[in-house]
């Protein structure tokens, strides 16, 4: 049970939630650049039936 409580590897439990929130913020501004970037072709976000099917 003692292998539960200690940190990860040694490194001091600071330094582990400090790199989680890193990770954790960098997920999320990514995300948010990705959101804001303008698509390539506006195309693939219209759907044209040109089957004439109905």
Known sequence: MEEFKAPYAG???SALIAFGRSVA???FVI???LNKRP???E???TRV????DE
Do not use: N
């Open 25 to 27: 913020i960098g997920i």
């Open 43 to 45: 195309s693939v976000l």
């Open 31 to 33: 995300v948010i650049y």
């Open 11 to 13: 490194y001091p439990q």
């Open 39 to 41: 698509w390539l072709d």
């Open 49 to 52: 039936d040109e089957g004439g």
